[in-house]
């Protein structure tokens, strides 16, 4: 070798140049540049006639001149092709460009290899312009470079040039601009030369002076995709690694030719692809033999460079690279100067292992050669052990393997030390896989021959003390509780079975001595029950004594030395520790349920009566657990179920009992009455839930536990003859049936009680019957039992079961046991219920009296004690039983004190309310507990008779009602009206002393009164509560007046409210009523009520006041009372008052007044005796009244003979009779101006007028209107003046009834003087609205010109806007309009306007008449009709209007929507979606998808359009969505909606095939599908909107179909699957109208047309024979069977192209064979097919006719014959007369072929190929041959398939067999369950329900056995593809395993996305 003795570089003499032949000449002219290899003679920068490159371009043209022949350069072997022409490198351009205008090809080449050669001997320092012109042309022309020459030539700048230095690499600028021009030239195309391969191995394995070189990674990432290698984590590859010779980095950018770092920032856009796609093998051929030379060249590990090691790793996707690496990495990862790259080949070989495929057998040695490694240090240890968790995590498969080696390894002689430390880290990495595949070689091990039972128990324990964490041993429980694989020799199922109960046990303890978490042990032992239940029995056969001492040693009621005997492990110092903790363990609900079924198991050796004293030990022993750990959680009723059926009695199976007889339900009795303890102890620790719901559902136990908590007898026990009654009719049953058994055993003694067996053993079964008494034996157990484990204290937990059982008992039967379960069992007070604490503290509590306080007041510091214990004492003091009242108050007292010392209460004390009402407000929750404690105060009021307490009440509700409700009026009305006596103690008298507590009390009720009468005026009182439904109230029916005052209120009352309130003043004001402000007003306001009553009739008046009310108002000697209740009495009724005993002396004067003031016909008219009266009139005249004198005299009273001095009976003549005063006409004093000033100062200055100045007012306002007449006065100045000196109008606005007058009087009779005061006026209340303002604005625009219009009407309301609009004509609307949108209230106009638009669209304004008769006539259009102007102004205005707010009202909803609209509901429509908020537009169109709204179909759906499509919406969105983005969902209709929506689009459908037919509605539908398809982003929508579909319209269902093929699906789904309901319905609604429907939807285009289209088109393509064309063809296959047979209808639409290549391509007929006999025949033989299936029959039977010709009759032909008669007997079946003529024309080819001959045959049967195996078939249904039996059938299934082409038989058949099949996945055998599965992905394309196989699949997935699962796992990409239908939920399963760490699911995921990929068919 010559390294280093020549120089690439041209610098220097001493440079040798190679020679060249002899016979090379330079020829051409002076300006040719002969290349020398001379540098310092040559100057390749100018040519030899000019110093410049620019003159030289400038002076030679190629146009003009002929090129020149240039001299060959180079040696011979250099010259690839053509001739290489040397070329200036300023001339390059031109030359080429001429060359390719003149298409001068072989010019072309020689240029571009001259060129290049030319910078080859340029390496060192090539020519700037050169490499320019080369880029430039690369640039413009890059498919120059992509000529093989061209290639070959640039190839050789890359190979490494052997008589090169090793030190002079040359300049990168040319192997990088080599690269780039490799890659421009090639970078479209998919198939790159071999020799890339070659120039890459050879500079990877020497220098790599390119392969590193980040500028040339365009076109080496390409090359390597050739090696399909997968690069692994950057954290796997080690740091500092930088062995790259040619980084850009230092060097600058080699195309500047500087050396500034600038470019690292610099982007390459270059596209990556596979090149080698077509020529994997001869790569690998390629590398292998490169590979393995340098491996036999440098055998020598020092001799291995890292070069070498770089190059495997870039190779490391072939397996055989990798199995190299993998032997000969121990070596190199201990090599000092190779360890780094070592490091990196042993990720890429970890990254690159495969689990499948059919390099899997080579990676499991490439595993196998990794275990065995030995490595010393911990670096590399860390770095194997970080490779193989990513390996394990990118693939899971591949765990098992190396679990496998390593525990192999470690179990050897030879293990390596860092085992456990790789075991630990795949545990943490894989913390479920990691321990299922540990599971699996610890049950392999187990089956062998010797015992490793020890070994495997050492290094469990070291692997959880390596891992430090014991969260590996459940789901090493879990997987070892897993079937085997296969069944174990019947030699070893012993001591494999003892060896899995030892592990089990192991896991337990080993969790307990680490974890020390109950939850895990309890879990621990579920996985070994569930081991023993499934899995045990049937595999392993246990004897009894082996299954129930296992049963023991699990549950660890075995001595503490069963456990510890193998190995001496635990150790003494921790072996009790160890099982102590087992032992306290709690007892679950799953773990009793799986040992009551084992129990009740008759496959499990074990008794029932056995499993039942386990259960009720391990019961005992929970329950002496603390009761806070939850040792014994149940909640499940049917535990007792299944311990009844424990103690049940079974008659033998061998004796038979007669017909007709069922034998009674009996127990075990001693089993019997334990399992009613035991659900007793359940219940104990169960209070919340299981304990209440099981005393409700079995009396017996609740009589049980009442007998546990009260420690008697329960009160449900029956009597005597009760109990003896039942054991009558037991004892009798039992006879009965032991005389049946006796009979059948052939006794021939009579049974007797005596002689009875089963009398004392038996009992009946009735656990859901009536309480029974147990007998005593049992009840002292129970006793003891109960004392024993505190099961009172535990049940007295459930506060409501204690309380129930209380109520049961009454107070007085439950206090004395309350007392004992406080006293014995010490039970803590917060877990009896308050009601009983109340009552204990109310019975005394035995000295615990002042505890129970202090707890009770504890419980008032929570929301819901306090709500408890206010509510069990306030409601009891309504009790009618006073001891009871005295009872709640003194409780009150107790538990609301303050006080903590008990010493120094009194318990037995009567209590007043006043001790205690005080207290309640300062609760800490008083605002939740007010409402309650008034409701409760309130009803106190109703019943208590102490006037004290009624007196503590009423202050109490005064004080915290502060918004009296009506009830609380009403009630407090009944205790005035009706409980007269105690209210009279009550409420002060009216004459006496008066202590403070009746003024208390009265003030409080007039407080009340007063509040809510002031509230009912002002419209803030609170509503009355509803009535609930079926409970009316108590007020509800009572009378109501209706009050009316005279300022305009109104109210209503109830009459006995309003009689309350009246005879409340009767009582006077309180001295607590400050200035009597609340009497005055009520007094006042009453006044004023009876005066309006008395006004609207003598009914209401009397309604109001009754006669005993008006004797109540006249005897309270008030005068405003005295006067109303004086008010129109006539004569007769006075008499009566006056006669009235205790009437006060003022009342009887005004009595006797009254009748003075009677007209005197009245009075003698009343038949009084008159003795009687004279002598009253005496009485009451010496008591001091006043008055009688006339009523004496109208009576004409004798006169009294004595006293002389009495002057009462003096004569004295009538009075005359007085004039009505009101008659007189009124006196009006006049108004003078000087008091104008001080009027108006007055009246709008003070806040209500008073009636003196509207007297004045009035008299202004006539002055005023007097002077506007005669053209002004002093009057008008005045006013003026005033309102001019205002300096703003609030006392103008305050004052509307008065100011409104006064400005518009002013403005008429001063028009041009208001128009200055008025405008300033307005312009300070612009936003203010009223008669004053309106005043203001008038006179203000007075001087506009508009306002000489004529005067519009008030516009108050609606009706009067609308009938000013309908007043105008064309001329006057739009001036008439401003002026009332100016004027009146927007609501009111826009509401005027859409009632006017109503009636327009309802044509209330169109005239009845004709245009001929209107010309005729003379009549005019009304201006709001449809045909005017008007409603062009309307739509405008409301535009205006409601800019925002348009559509909110339901009106305008209607007008715009509702159907039969006007012609410019679009102009609203459109206003309302581009304007209204989404908040209107959503409601809107909730609106309107109501159902049974009525609107406009299209309306309606145009509008949903507008929404989905409006900009507004998509405003600030990507423009260019991509492609499969799927569109947002906004209108997000609900369920019911969505049907409205599809009745919407089906009207719409209906109306226009009415009209234009059903091509007009097909194409209605397939205009609406796109939004209807939007609304439907869910499953459950689209399965709403195709349910909808199939109620409203055939079509649209098809329609919906076609285009959403997933229909089916989802149809299917909802519906039944066993009857084919969804294809079914699709078939109905085709065959409507008589099949129409059907040919009217067959003319859309459907989803699946495309993918039938490019599946058949992409199979019948021809290709070159290869394994990857065949495996493509397979697939495309496949996928096509599936479309055609799931998919309705998809196969008879591609029919006709499926024969259209078969007759044109018959390359692939037996694909194509196989897609046609999967249609049913009902698709493929339909009328309209039936000439195309005609057509494909003949050309089949001419393909067998040409196979049968050409020799082919054999395998292949034969296979083809026979399914082509199978097909012809269906075609006969369905179509004898088409079938028999093509067996006619055809019947040469089917005499010459016997499968023919036989299948058109009248007598024969269907052949064996034809039909599946029956015995094979009936052998798979059954599922009991053994495995091996059931593989044979599967693999003979199998094989028949394979002939039959993968149709098998048709769709029923293939159901079949996946029927048959499916189950056998799951299979414990792992051969049978491989078949299986390879079977069900074969089957799949073929039928039309996956369901078994979805089923299947996920049984597999969700198995605990590893094997099973990683099963399904390798297959999941190919059952992905099989079903497509169900793929995505199959991967999000399989994805929610992987995430809660059960399944390694990394791989099989990426590898089933890749393939789903693949099988996109469009």
Same mark, same amino acid.
């Given at each position: 070798?010559?390294?280093?003795?020549?120089?690439?570089s041209?610098?220097g003499g001493?440079s040798k140049a190679p020679?060249?032949?002899?016979?090379?000449f330079?020829l051409?002219?002076?300006?040719t540049?002969?290349?020398?290899?001379?540098?310092?003679?040559?100057?390749?920068?100018?040519?030899s006639?000019s110093?410049?490159?620019?003159?030289?371009?400038e002076?030679?043209?190629?146009?003009?001149?002929p090129?020149s022949?240039?001299?060959?350069?180079g040696?011979?072997?250099?010259?690839?092709?053509?001739?290489s022409?040397?070329?200036?490198?300023?001339?390059?351009?031109?030359?080429?460009?001429?060359?390719?205008?003149?298409?001068?090809?072989?010019?072309?080449?020689?240029l571009l290899?001259?060129?290049?050669?030319?910078?080859?001997?340029?390496?060192?320092?090539?020519?700037?312009?050169?490499?320019?012109?080369?880029l430039?042309?690369?640039k413009?022309?890059?498919?120059?470079?992509?000529?093989?020459?061209?290639t070959q030539t640039?190839?050789?700048?890359?190979?490494?040039?052997?008589?090169?230095?090793?030190k002079?690499k040359?300049n990168?600028l040319?192997f990088?601009l080599?690269?780039?021009?490799?890659?421009?030239?090639h970078?479209?195309?998919n198939?790159?030369?071999d020799?890339?391969?070659?120039?890459?191995?050879?500079?990877?394995?020497?220098?790599r002076?390119?392969v590193?070189c980040?500028w040339?990674?365009?076109l080496?990432?390409?090359?390597v995709?050739?090696?399909g290698?997968?690069?692994p984590p950057?954290?796997l590859?080690?740091?500092?690694s930088?062995?790259?010779?040619?980084s850009?980095?230092?060097?600058?950018?080699?195309?500047?030719?500087?050396?500034?770092?600038?470019t690292?920032?610099?982007?390459?856009?270059?596209s990556?692809?596979?090149?080698?796609s077509?020529?994997?093998?001869?790569?690998?051929?390629?590398?292998?033999?490169?590979?393995?030379?340098q491996?036999q060249?440098?055998?020598?590990?020092?001799?291995?460079?890292?070069?070498f090691?770089?190059l495997?790793?870039a190779?490391?996707?072939?397996?055989e690279?990798?199995m190299i690496?993998?032997s000969?990495?121990?070596?190199?990862?201990?090599?000092?100067?190779?360890?780094?790259?070592?490091?990196?080949l042993?990720a890429h070989?970890c990254?690159n292992?495969?689990?499948?495929?059919?390099s899997?057998a080579r990676?499991?040695e490439v595993?196998?050669?990794l275990?065995r490694?030995r490595?010393?240090?911990?670096?590399l240890?860390?770095?194997?052990?970080?490779?193989l968790r990513?390996?394990?995590?990118d693939?899971p498969?591949?765990?098992?393997?190396?679990?496998?080696?390593?525990?192999?390894?470690?179990l050897s002689?030879?293990?390596?030390?860092?085992?456990m430390?790789?075991?630990?880290?795949?545990?943490?990495?894989?913390?479920?896989?990691a321990p299922?595949?540990?599971?699996?070689?610890?049950?392999?091990?187990?089956?062998?021959?010797?015992?490793?039972l020890?070994p495997?128990?050492?290094l469990?324990?070291?692997l959880?003390?390596?891992a430090?964490?014991?969260?590996?041993l459940?789901?090493?429980?879990?997987?070892?509780a897993?079937?085997?694989?296969?069944d174990p020799p019947p030699e070893l199922?012993?001591r494999?079975?003892?060896?899995?109960?030892?592990?089990?046990?192991?896991?337990?303890?080993?969790a307990a001595?680490?974890?020390r978490?109950?939850?895990?042990?309890?879990?621990?032992?579920q996985?070994?029950?569930?081991?023993?239940?499934?899995?045990?029995?049937?595999?392993?056969?246990?004897?009894?004594a082996?299954l129930l001492?296992?049963?023991?040693?699990i549950?660890?009621?075995?001595p503490?030395?069963?456990?510890?005997?193998?190995?001496n492990?635990?150790?003494e110092?921790?072996?009790?520790?160890?099982?102590?903790?087992?032992c306290?363990?709690p007892?679950p609900?799953?773990?009793?349920?799986?040992?009551?079924f084992?129990?009740?198991?008759?496959?499990?050796?074990?008794?029932? $009566?056995? %499993?039942? !004293?386990?259960?009720?030990? #391990?019961?005992?022993?929970?329950? /002496? &657990?603390? *009761?806070?750990d939850? +040792?014994?959680?149940v909640?499940?009723l049917?535990?007792?179920?299944y311990v009844?059926?424990?103690?049940q009695f079974?008659?033998?199976?061998?004796?038979t009992l007669?017909?007709?007889?069922a034998?009674?339900?009996l127990?075990i009795?001693?089993?019997?009455?334990?399992?009613?303890m035991?659900?007793?102890?359940?219940?104990?620790?169960?209070?919340?839930?299981?304990a209440?719901?099981?005393a409700?559902?079995?009396?017996t136990?609740?009589?049980?536990?009442?007998?546990c908590?009260?420690?008697k007898?329960?009160?449900?026990?029956?009597s005597a003859?009760?109990?003896a009654?039942r054991?009558?009719?037991?004892?009798?049953?039992i006879?009965g049936?032991?005389t049946?058994?006796?009979?059948a055993?052939g006794?021939? $003694?009579p %049974?007797? !009680?005596?002689?009875?067996? #089963?009398?004392?053993?038996?009992? /009946? &079964?009735e *656990?859901?019957?009536p +309480?029974r008494?147990?007998?005593a034996?049992?009840?002292?157990?129970?006793?003891?039992?109960?004392?024993?484990?505190r099961?009172?204290?535990?049940?007295?937990?459930q506060?409501?079961?204690?309380?129930?059982?209380?109520?049961?008992h009454?107070?007085?039967?439950a206090?004395p046991?309350?007392?004992q379960?406080l006293?014995?069992?010490?039970?803590?007070?917060?877990?009896?219920?308050?009601?009983?604490?109340?009552e204990?503290?109310?019975?005394?509590a035995?000295?615990?009296a002042?505890?129970?306080?202090?707890?009770?007041?504890?419980?008032?510091q929570q929301?819901?004690?306090a709500?408890?214990?206010?509510h069990?004492y306030?409601?009891?003091l309504?009790?009618?039983?006073?001891?009871?009242?005295?009872?709640a108050?003194?409780?009150?007292?107790l538990v609301?004190?303050?006080?903590d010392?008990s010493?120094?209460?009194?318990?037995?004390?009567?209590v007043?309310?006043?001790e205690?009402?005080?207290?309640?407000e300062?609760l800490?929750h008083?605002d939740?507990?007010k409402a309650?404690a008034?409701?409760?105060?309130?009803?106190?009021?109703l019943?208590?008779?102490?006037p004290a307490h009624?007196a503590?009440?009423l202050?109490?509700?005064?004080?915290?009602?502060?918004?009296?409700?009506?009830d609380?009026?009403?009630?407090?009305?009944?205790?005035?009206?009706?409980?007269t006596?105690?209210?009279?103690?009550?409420?002060p008298?009216?004459?006496?002393?008066?202590?403070?507590?009746?003024?208390?009390?009265?003030h409080?009720l007039?407080?009340?009164f007063?509040?809510?009468?002031?509230g009912?005026?002002?419209?803030?009182?609170?509503?009355?509560?509803?009535?609930?439904?079926?409970?009316p109230s108590?007020?509800?029916?009572?009378?109501r007046l209706?009050?009316?005052?005279a300022?305009?209120?109104?109210?209503e009352?109830?009459?006995?409210v309003?009689?309350?309130?009246?005879k409340?003043?009767?009582?006077?004001p309180?001295?607590?009523?400050?200035?009597?402000?609340?009497?005055?007003w009520?007094?006042?306001?009453?006044?004023e009520a009876?005066?309006?009553?008395?006004d609207?009739g003598s009914?209401a008046?009397?309604?109001?006041?009754p006669d005993?009310?008006?004797?109540?108002?006249?005897?309270?000697?008030?005068p405003?009372?005295?006067?109303v209740?004086?008010r129109?009495?006539p004569?007769h009724?006075?008499a009566?008052f006056?006669?009235t005993?205790?009437?006060?002396?003022?009342?009887?004067?005004?009595?006797?007044?009254?009748l003075d003031?009677?007209p005197?016909?009245?009075?003698v008219?009343?038949g009084?005796?008159?003795?009687y009266?004279?002598?009253?009139?005496?009485?009451?005249?010496?008591?001091?009244?006043?008055g009688?004198?006339?009523?004496?005299?109208?009576l004409?009273?004798?006169?009294?003979?004595?006293?002389?001095?009495?002057?009462?009976?003096?004569?004295?003549s009538?009075?005359?009779?007085?004039?009505?005063?009101?008659?007189e006409?009124l006196?009006?004093?006049?108004?003078?101006?000087?008091?104008v000033p001080?009027?108006?100062?007055?009246a709008f200055?003070?806040s209500?007028?008073?009636?003196?100045l509207l007297?004045?007012f009035?008299?202004?306002?006539?002055?005023?209107c007097?002077?506007?007449?005669?053209g002004g006065?002093?009057?008008?100045?005045?006013?003026?003046?005033?309102?001019?000196s205002?300096?703003?109008?609030?006392?103008?606005?305050r004052?509307?009834?008065?100011?409104a007058?006064l400005?518009?009087?002013l403005?008429?009779?001063?028009?041009?003087?208001?128009?200055?005061i008025y405008?300033?006026?307005?312009?300070?209340?612009k936003?203010?609205?009223g008669?004053v303002?309106e005043?203001?604005r008038?006179g203000a625009?007075?001087?506009?010109?508009?306002?000489?219009a004529?005067?519009?009407?008030p516009?108050?309301?609606?009706?009067?806007i609308?009938k000013?609009f309908?007043?105008?004509?064309?001329?006057?609307?739009?001036?008439?309009g401003t002026?009332?949108?100016?004027r009146?209230d927007t609501?009111l106009v826009?509401?005027a306007?859409?009632?006017l638009?109503t009636?327009?669209?309802d044509?209330?304004y169109?005239?009845?008449?004709?245009?001929?008769?209107?010309?005729?006539?003379?009549?005019?259009?009304?201006a709001?009709?449809?045909r005017?102007?008007?409603c062009?102004?309307?739509?405008?205005w409301?535009?205006?209007?409601q800019?925002?707010?348009?559509?909110?009202?339901e009106?305008?909803?209607?007008?715009?929507?509702v159907a039969?609209?006007?012609?410019?509901?679009?102009l609203?429509?459109?206003?309302?979606?581009h304007?209204a908020?989404?908040r209107?537009?959503?409601a809107?169109?909730?609106t309107?998808l109501?159902?049974?709204g009525?609107?406009?179909?299209?309306?309606?759906?145009r509008?949903?359009?507008?929404?989905v499509?409006?900009?507004?919406?998509?405003?600030g969105?990507?423009?260019?969505?991509p492609?499969h983005q799927?569109?947002?969902?906004?209108?997000r209709?609900?369920?019911?909606?969505?049907?409205?929506?599809v009745?919407?689009?089906s009207?719409?459908?209906?109306?226009a095939?009415?009209?234009?037919g059903a091509?007009a509605a097909?194409?209605?539908?397939?205009?609406?599908?796109p939004?209807l398809?939007?609304c439907?982003?869910?499953?459950?929508?689209?399965l709403?909107?195709?349910?909808?579909?199939?109620?409203?319209?055939?079509?649209?269902?098809?329609l919906?179909?076609l285009?959403?093929?997933?229909?089916?699906q989802l149809?299917?789904?909802?519906?039944s699957?066993a009857?084919?309901?969804?294809?079914?319905?699709?078939?109905?609604?085709?065959?409507a109208?008589?099949g129409?429907?059907?040919?009217?939807?067959?003319?859309?285009?459907?989803?699946?047309?495309?993918?039938s289209h490019?599946?058949l088109t992409?199979?019948?393509?021809?290709?070159?024979?290869?394994?990857?064309?065949?495996?493509?063809a397979?697939r495309?296959?496949?996928a096509?069977?599936?479309l055609?047979?799931?998919?309705w209808?998809?196969?008879?639409?591609?029919?006709?192209?499926?024969?259209a290549l078969?007759r044109?391509?018959r390359?692939r007929?037996?694909?194509?064979?196989?897609a046609?006999e999967?249609?049913?025949?009902?698709?493929?033989f339909?009328?309209?097919?039936?000439?195309?299936v005609?057509k494909?029959?003949?050309s089949?039977?001419e393909?067998v006719?040409q196979?049968?010709?050409?020799?082919?009759?054999?395998g292949g032909?034969?296979?083809?014959?026979?399914?082509?008669?199978?097909l012809?007997?269906r075609?006969?079946?369905?179509?004898?007369p088409?079938?028999?003529?093509l067996?006619?024309?055809?019947r040469?080819i089917?005499a010459?072929s016997?499968?023919?001959?036989?299948?058109?045959?009248?007598?024969?049967?269907e052949?064996?190929?034809?039909?599946?195996?029956?015995?094979a078939?009936?052998?798979?249904r059954?599922?009991?041959?053994?495995?091996?039996e059931?593989?044979?059938?599967?693999q003979?299934?199998?094989?028949?398939?394979v002939r039959?082409?993968?149709?098998?038989?048709?769709?029923?058949?293939a159901?079949?067999?996946?029927?048959?099949t499916a189950?056998?996945?799951?299979?414990s055998?792992?051969p049978?369950?491989?078949a299986?599965?390879?079977?069900?992905?074969k089957?799949l394309?073929?039928?039309?329900?996956?369901?078994?196989?979805?089923?299947a699949?996920?049984?597999?997935?969700e198995?605990s056995?590893?094997?099973?699962?990683?099963?399904?796992?390798?297959?999941l990409?190919e059952?992905?593809?099989?079903?497509?239908?169900?793929?995505?939920?199959?991967?999000?399963?399989?994805?929610?395993?992987?995430?809660?760490?059960?399944?390694?699911?990394?791989?099989p995921?990426?590898?089933?996305?890749?393939?789903?990929?693949?099988?996109?068919?469009?």
């Open positions: 070798m010559e390294r280093g003795k020549m120089s690439s041209g610098r001493k020679q060249h032949p002899q016979d090379i330079a051409g002219s002076k300006s540049v002969v290349v020398s290899r001379d540098s310092e003679k040559r100057n390749i920068h100018k040519p006639t110093g410049v490159g620019e003159r030289k371009r002076t030679s043209s190629f146009g003009t001149q090129p022949k240039r001299a060959r350069i040696s011979p072997a250099e010259a690839i092709s053509g001739t022409l040397e070329i200036d490198p300023v001339d390059l351009v031109p030359n080429v460009l001429q060359a390719l205008d003149t298409h001068n090809s072989d010019k072309l080449l020689g290899t001259g060129s290049i050669r030319l910078l080859k001997s340029q390496r060192s320092k090539p020519d700037p312009i050169l490499c320019m012109s080369l430039y042309l690369t413009i022309r890059p498919n120059m470079f992509a000529h093989e020459t061209v640039l190839c050789t700048l890359l190979k490494r040039e052997q008589g090169t230095a090793f002079s040359g990168p040319v990088v080599a690269c780039n021009m490799l890659y421009a030239g970078k479209d195309s198939s790159w030369p020799i890339f391969i070659k120039v890459y191995i050879e500079d990877a394995l020497n220098e002076w390119w590193e980040l040339c990674k365009c080496v990432e390409n090359i995709t050739a090696f290698t997968k690069h950057p954290h590859i080690p740091t500092e930088s062995i790259g010779t040619m850009p980095s230092g060097a600058g950018s080699p195309l500047m030719g500087n050396v500034e770092e600038e690292d920032n610099t982007e390459l856009e270059y990556v692809f596979p090149r080698y077509s020529s994997y093998e001869s790569v690998e051929t390629l590398v292998l033999e490169a590979i393995k030379e491996i060249r440098r055998a020598a590990p020092d001799a291995i460079g890292k070069g090691l770089k495997l790793s190779t490391c996707g072939f397996p690279i990798r690496a993998a000969r990495l121990e070596a190199w990862l201990h090599s000092g100067k190779l360890w780094r790259a070592a490091q990196e042993l070989v990254t292992a495969r689990a499948s495929g059919p899997a990676d499991h595993l196998a050669q275990a490694m490595l010393k240090t911990k670096p240890q860390a770095a194997y052990q970080a490779c990513d390996m394990v995590a693939s498969a591949l765990l098992r393997g190396v679990v496998t080696h390593t525990v192999y390894n470690e002689a030879a293990r390596a030390p860092h085992n430390a790789v075991l630990a880290a795949l545990v943490a990495a894989q913390p479920q896989l299922a595949a540990l599971a699996d070689t610890y049950a392999e091990l187990a089956l062998r021959a010797d015992d490793y020890r495997l128990r050492a469990t324990r070291e959880v003390r390596a430090r964490a014991d969260s590996a459940l789901p090493l429980a879990r997987a070892l897993a079937p085997p694989p296969h199922r012993e494999a079975f003892h060896a899995l109960t030892d592990l089990f046990c192991l896991c337990c303890l080993l001595q680490h974890g978490q109950r939850a895990q042990l309890c879990a621990l032992q996985h070994a029950l569930a081991w023993l239940l499934d899995t045990a029995v049937p595999v392993y056969r246990p004897a009894r082996d001492a296992a049963l023991h040693k549950m660890f009621v075995e503490p030395e069963a456990y510890s005997k193998l190995d492990w635990p150790p110092s921790e072996r009790a520790l160890t099982y102590r903790l087992c306290e363990a007892l609900q799953n773990t009793l349920l799986r040992l009551v084992i129990g009740l198991s008759k496959e499990i050796p074990v008794s029932s $009566t056995e %499993v039942f !004293e386990l259960v009720e030990q #391990l019961v005992r022993r929970a329950c /002496a &657990l603390p *009761p806070d939850a +040792p014994l959680q909640d499940k049917e535990v007792a179920e009844f059926q424990l103690c079974h008659p033998p199976d061998n004796i007669p017909a007709g007889y034998p009674p339900p127990a009795t001693s089993l019997y009455w334990r399992g009613w035991l659900l007793v102890m359940i219940a104990a620790h169960n209070p919340q839930g299981f209440e719901r099981a409700n559902a079995y009396p136990l609740r009589a049980l536990i009442e007998f908590i009260t420690g007898p329960s009160i449900e026990w029956g003859a009760t109990e009654e054991a009558e009719t037991e004892r009798a049953a006879l049936l032991e049946h058994l006796a009979a055993g006794a021939k $003694t %049974v007797s !009680e005596h002689a009875s067996r #089963l009398l004392a053993q038996l009992t /009946a &079964l *656990p859901a019957g +309480p008494r147990p007998p034996a049992a009840l002292d157990a129970l006793a003891a039992l109960s004392q024993q484990l099961l009172a204290r535990l049940l007295c937990r506060p409501a079961l204690l309380l129930r059982l209380v109520e049961r009454g107070t007085r039967r206090l046991w309350l007392h379960l006293r014995h069992e010490r039970l803590e007070l917060h877990a009896l219920p308050v009601q009983c604490l109340c204990l503290l109310g019975a005394g035995d000295g615990k002042p505890e129970l306080a202090a707890h009770l007041r504890r419980t008032l929301p819901d004690g709500r408890a214990v206010l069990y306030m409601q009891r309504a009790h009618h039983h006073a001891p009871t009242r005295a009872a108050n003194r409780g009150l007292k609301l004190s303050p006080s010392d010493t120094e209460m009194d318990y037995n004390a009567d007043s309310p006043e205690w009402l005080s207290l309640v300062g800490q008083w939740a507990l309650e008034l409701r409760r105060v309130r009803a106190a009021c019943v208590e008779c102490a009624v503590a009440y202050v109490f509700l005064a004080k915290h009602a502060d918004r009296p409700a009506t609380l009026v009403l009630d407090l009305s009944q205790v005035i009206m009706e409980r006596t105690v209210m009279g103690y009550v409420l008298a009216a004459e006496g002393e008066r202590s403070a507590a009746q003024h208390r009390a009265l409080a007039t407080g009340i007063y509040r809510h009468l002031r009912l005026l002002e419209g803030t009182a609170e509503p009355e509560p509803p009535e609930e439904e079926g409970e108590a007020w509800s029916g009572g009378a209706l009050l009316q005052w300022t305009g209120r109104r109210a009352l109830h009459a006995l309003a009689h309350a309130h009246l409340l003043l009767c009582y006077g309180s001295a607590l009523d400050t200035n009597q402000e609340m009497y005055a009520l007094q006042s306001t009453w006044v009876a005066s309006g009553a008395a609207a009914a008046e009397e309604e109001l006041l005993w009310l008006r004797l109540h108002l006249v005897r309270s000697a008030r405003p009372l005295l006067q209740g004086l129109g009495l004569a009724k006075l009566l006056i006669q005993f205790g009437m006060p002396v003022p009342s009887m004067s005004a009595l006797l007044a009254a003031a009677c005197a016909g009245a009075v008219r009343l009084v005796e008159r003795g009266m004279a002598q009253l009139l005496r009485v009451q005249r010496a008591r001091g009244a006043t009688g004198n006339a009523f004496a005299a109208a004409r009273l004798t006169r009294p003979t004595h006293p002389p001095d009495e002057a009462l009976f003096a004569e004295q009538l009075p005359a009779e007085e004039e009505d005063a009101w008659a006409p006196t009006v004093t006049p108004l003078r101006a000087e008091d001080a009027l108006l100062r007055a200055d003070a209500t007028p008073r009636p003196d007297d004045g009035t008299h202004l306002h006539h002055m005023l007097t002077e506007a007449r005669s006065g002093v009057y008008v100045r005045t006013a003026l003046q005033y309102v001019r205002l300096p703003h109008p609030a006392p103008l606005l004052q509307p009834a008065i100011a007058p400005l518009r009087a403005a008429l009779a001063a028009p041009t003087e208001v128009i200055e405008s300033a006026l307005v312009v300070q209340c936003l203010l609205r008669p303002v005043a203001l008038a625009a007075t001087h506009d010109p508009a306002a000489a004529p005067p519009l009407p516009l108050t309301t609606k009706e009067q609308v000013v309908e007043s105008c004509t064309a001329s006057t609307l739009e001036a008439v002026r009332v949108i100016e009146a609501r826009v509401d306007i859409t009632e638009l009636n327009n669209q044509g209330r169109d005239l009845p008449i004709k245009m001929e008769a209107e010309l005729v006539s003379g009549a005019r259009e009304h709001l009709s449809s005017g102007r008007g062009g102004l309307l739509l405008d409301l535009a205006e209007l800019r925002e707010t348009l559509g909110r009202q009106a305008q909803v209607r007008l715009m929507f039969g609209g006007g012609a410019w509901r679009p609203l429509v459109t206003l309302l979606a304007r908020s989404w209107t537009l959503d809107c169109l909730r309107l109501q159902p049974n009525g609107w406009s179909a299209p309306a309606v759906l509008f949903a359009e507008t929404l499509g409006s900009p507004r919406v998509w405003q969105r990507d423009r260019a969505t492609k799927q569109p947002d969902d906004l209108l209709l609900t369920h019911q909606q969505l049907e409205v929506l009745q919407y689009i009207s719409e459908a209906t109306a095939e009415r009209a234009g091509e097909r194409r209605r539908v397939e205009a609406r599908l939004l398809l939007r439907c982003p869910a499953p459950d929508a689209l709403t909107a195709a349910l909808a579909a199939h109620h409203a319209h055939p079509l649209l269902l098809l919906l179909y285009k959403v093929p997933r229909v089916l149809l299917r789904e909802s519906g699957r009857g084919d309901t969804a294809r079914g319905a699709l078939e109905a609604a085709a065959a109208g008589g129409s429907v059907g040919a009217t939807a067959a003319r859309s285009t459907s989803a699946t047309d495309r993918v490019a599946l992409a199979l019948a393509a021809p290709a070159p024979h290869s394994k990857e064309n065949s495996q493509k397979v495309l296959e496949a096509t069977r599936a055609w047979a799931r998919q209808g998809a196969g008879a639409r591609a029919l006709p192209l499926a024969g078969l044109g391509l390359q007929h037996a694909q194509l064979l196989a046609v999967v249609l049913p025949d009902v698709d493929l339909s009328p309209h097919a039936s000439e195309e005609h494909i029959l003949e089949f039977l393909l006719g196979q049968a010709g050409g020799g082919g009759g054999g032909g034969g296979q083809l014959a026979h399914r082509v008669g199978a012809l007997r075609y006969r079946a369905a179509r004898p088409r079938a028999a003529a067996l006619a024309a055809y040469d089917i010459s016997p499968a023919l001959s036989a299948a058109t045959g009248g007598g024969g049967g052949s064996a190929s034809t039909a599946p195996p029956p015995h078939l009936q052998a798979l059954r599922r009991t041959a053994p495995p091996m059931l593989l044979w059938h599967i003979e299934v199998e094989a028949w398939g039959r082409g993968g149709a098998w038989g048709g769709a029923a058949a159901a079949a067999l996946l029927r048959a189950p056998l996945a799951a299979h055998y792992p049978l369950r491989s299986a599965l390879s079977l069900l992905v089957l394309p073929a039928v039309p329900d996956t369901y078994p196989a979805l089923r699949i996920g049984e597999c997935l198995s056995e590893g094997g099973v699962c990683g099963g399904a796992l390798e297959r990409a059952l992905a593809a099989a079903l497509p239908e169900h793929a995505a939920l199959l991967l999000l399963r399989v994805f929610e395993l992987a995430a809660s760490d059960r399944l390694p699911a990394d791989q995921l990426a590898r089933a996305l890749t393939t789903l990929n693949h099988h996109r068919g469009c």
